[in-house]
């Protein structure tokens, strides 16, 4: 199957030292500002799991807190590749969005990021009130939220994948 790919104007920012190029109308459009959200929401996640984890973890086990803490790594880094990728590539942001990738990347991410959270909120139900458990709250909330980004990207990617 051949898709034809189209390559919108955009504006682009260089320096004197470096031959890169950034593509920074890509961050204008919806899927990269969505990217970027993804990326700041799991930066928030894991900056917050790795600050309050201990090697005494949580309560007995700590299977969730480490799975949300592994999903949460794992997809803040492919977002992160994806967003930089886009950014320093004039062509990747149209022509990526035009492969089924993105579309399996985000319904993945969407669906064990939401997993995730909701492991870890079912279980936080169970304790009392720390400051601990406050703030895995805090990023078991911005996951839920992660996840919904996550679909709104899997939606608009399959559109476009489609070509609708």
Known sequence: M???VTITRTTTSTTNTSYIVLNTGYMKTVPGILKLLQLLLGIACVGILSYYYSHSSLYYGGNSEIYFFLMAVTFMIGTFILLLSCLVSLSTGGIISKTIYEVLYHAIAGILILVASVLLL???????R??????YWAAGIMGLINAVLYFISTFLANKS???I
């Open 2 to 4: 051949s898709h034809s």
């Open 122 to 128: 079912v279980k936080l139900s169970d304790y009392g």
């Open 130 to 135: 720390s400051k601990k458990i406050d703030a």
């Open 161 to 163: 994948y489609r070509g």
